[in-house]
T-cell receptor
Framework: TQLLEQSPQFLSIQEGENLTVYCNSS?????LQWYRQEPGEGPVLLVT?????EVKKLKRLTFQFGDARKDSSLHITAAQPGDTGLYLC????????????FGTGTKLQVIP | NAGVTQTPKFRVLKTGQSMTLLCAQD?????MYWYRQDPGMGLRLIHY???????AKGEVPDGYNVSRLKKQNFLLGLESAAPSQTSVYFC??????????????FGDGTRLSIL
């Protein structure tokens, strides 16, 4: 069974601070996605990373895929209240089983 | 654009009752999925479908059944609800195989409580 552990589980910070969320596994993934989920809604895709060592930037969000494709991180610069939500990483394995492994989630609260 | 629509949004059942959750997508996606979301456990795959008329078991299929008679609809059934099935249920769809990195599009969920 593939597991994706996210840390921290909860994070409460002041507006303007920087933060990093980690997504770790002992398994290798062919690609990895990050989703954000707001209360009462379903997850929405933020980014997909497919190459070991890849770095993608989405405005104030920076995503990195580990060299060994077992881990990933999400860094937010100058957090804003609109960044509040549940962040989920999801690993894909191109093997036969039709399964995407979702991480345990990081709940972020940005206080104005 | 409607995307993925789930009905109902909320439901309370008594133990032993049955019900069906409906998921409809208007994006002509081949793949559809049912997940449950529980605190601290992320999203766990219940059943999925790779096309009209097909279904397959996911990670936690026990106690659930599904049907995909039409490409745009994916139904999740609970034949005899148990308190352990209290959860938030999400339906998702994707154009291609999610295991190959295709993004999944989610509905807004159904909050189900079993008393």
């Amino acid at each position: 069974t593939q597991l994706l552990e996210q840390s921290p589980q909860f994070l409460s910070i002041q507006e303007g601070e920087n933060l990093t969320v980690y997504c770790n596994s002992s398994s290798v993934f062919s690609s990895l996605q990050w989703y954000r989920q707001e209360p009462g809604e379903g997850p929405v895709l933020l980014v997909t990373v497919v190459t070991g060592g890849e770095v993608k930037k989405l405005k104030r969000l920076t995503f990195q895929f580990g060299d060994a494709r077992k881990d990933s991180s999400l860094h937010i610069t100058a957090a804003q209240p609109g960044d509040t939500g549940l962040y989920l990483c999801a690993g894909q394995n191109s093997g036969g089983y039709q399964k995407v492994t979702f991480g345990t989630g990081t709940k972020l609260q940005v206080i104005p | 654009n409607a995307g993925v629509t789930q009905t109902p949004k909320f439901r309370v059942l008594k133990t032993g009752q049955s019900m069906t959750l409906l998921c409809a997508q208007d994006m002509n996606h081949e793949y559809m999925y049912w997940y449950r979301q529980d605190p601290g456990m992320g999203l766990r795959l219940i059943h999925y479908s790779v096309g009209e008329g097909t279904t397959a078991k996911g990670e936690v299929p026990d106690g659930y059944n599904v049907s995909r008679l039409k490409k745009q609809n994916f139904l999740l059934g609970l034949e005899s609800a148990a308190p352990s099935q209290t959860s938030v249920y999400f339906c998702a769809s994707s154009r291609g195989a999610s295991r190959l990195g295709e993004p999944q599009h989610f509905g807004d969920g159904t909050r189900l409580s079993i008393l």
